[in-house]
């Protein structure tokens, strides 16, 4: 069975939210965000973090970038849903 993902879930994190994480072992390393028993914990192996950093590294240079759509003078549309 290919098991790419095993938990779908949605939350926001705001930037002064505890963040940790461990490496148990290259196939093993841990995230936590909030407070270590209440908070929301998941798990990559070192490909699957690499392609997540360069998403994330992505998403961070779309939204620095970001003009308003309402301003059409200087909106052009990028795509949606980038997929590393």
Request: hydrophobic share 45%.
């Amino acid at each position: 069975m290919d098991r790419t993902l095993d938990l779908g879930a949605w939350l926001t994190v705001e930037e002064n939210c505890p963040m940790t994480y461990r490496v148990n072992c290259p196939d093993d390393i841990f995230f936590t965000l909030g407070q270590r028993h209440l908070g929301f914990e998941f798990a990559f192996n070192t490909k699957s973090l690499g392609r997540f950093v360069a998403l994330a590294t992505a998403a961070i240079a779309d939204a620095e970038a970001w003009v308003d759509p309402e301003d059409e003078a200087t909106y052009t549309p990028d795509a949606a849903n980038k997929v590393a």
